[in-house]
């Protein structure tokens, strides 16, 4: 996986204000999108779009068509990613966020590098200066405010000032904690959700239970159980909960039971797993389907971190592949299912299964894998439409 070291100056602003940060260069426009506003500080509470200009003049914008009403060409920014936009160190582009306020920021590949072993590859390293106010009016808006908030503004415009910033506003404090914390954590920015994404929330509530004593310790987490209702919904056959539950609560299918410490959390939970399963079989049940693999809605300091969440999502897409075992041999012994299915036997250990695959896969190859799978689930969904009906 190759990381790219980028630095985000805002542009036209008295103070300076810039963000040097790795980020892998395969991620989704989107992705960076969101990582732009938590690391700038913004709220991402309005339109966007990415900028790339050529050699010869000519530019390419990049964002989110549907909401494009221009005739310039808007591209899908889900379908590009950093990667794309520059490959060389001192190439740049523009994001610019606010088309009101037209906040313009200037990103340039300062280096490239291989991501190896403990390697952090999504963190801030080093900034200045705070992120502006939302609808402040732009650069002559923040003009204004930073003059009113000066030792020699004017008493009834600095209280207006301060009224829209408050009290403690410092335009020259910035603390990549704050960023590096959130990457810890592994939560996206919160806001970076649209309707159609999961509740975080939920997902929140889920992990709790996942992880409380009620579940066995053969019991699914909360990213095999994403990866489970997935395979699922997408799935030639259809199941009734009563035929799925047992391998939530138990993967070895040996019968384990939670624990409930009252008939109320049993509601609850089965609550709770019912309605994350509408989800997800309600997005992958769309001509245009708008799913998303529950690990990428995470943010991970390395490689590694990354990698054992797509190998744990990818466990329970196989648990739910195979439940069937009609459709599932029908599967792996066709060419088209097998290579369909290769990112999901790989990273979930079962590749073993089925071949003599000699020494273990090197991380290069797995990271590889996981960036496949996204591509791989709409094979698979395809394949059991066409192939298994």
Partial sequence: MLVYEVRVTLLGVELPVWRRLRVPGGYRLDMLHGVLQLVMGWQNSHLHEFVVEDGGGDRKFFGIPEYDDTDRGLLDEQEYSLGDLVREPGERFLYIYDFGDDWVHEVVLESVLDSEGEERFLWCMDGEGACPPE???????????????????????????VELVGEGFDPGMFDCGGFNERVEAGLRHADDYDDERPDMELVMELKEMFESGVMPVTGMSVLEFDGFICALSIHPVAFEPGAWLPLVWDTTGEGAMPVWTSEEEAQRVMGLLLRYADGINSQLGEEFPVYMPLFEDFMYATAEEMLMAAEKWTVGFMAGAMIDGEVWNRTRNDEDG????????????????????????????????????????????AFWGESCE
């Fill in 338 to 381: 097998l290579e369909a299915l290769m990112p999901f036997l790989a990273l979930s250990g079962m590749l073993e299964d089925l071949a003599d695959v000699g020494e273990e896969m090197p991380m290069d190859l797995k990271l590889e894998m996981a960036e496949m799978l996204e591509e791989s689930l709409w094979e698979m969904r």
């Fill in 135 to 161: 609808d402040c009016g732009g650069v002559p808006g923040y003009t204004w405010l930073l003059a009113c908030l000066g030792d020699a503004g004017d008493p009834e415009e600095r209280a207006v000032a």
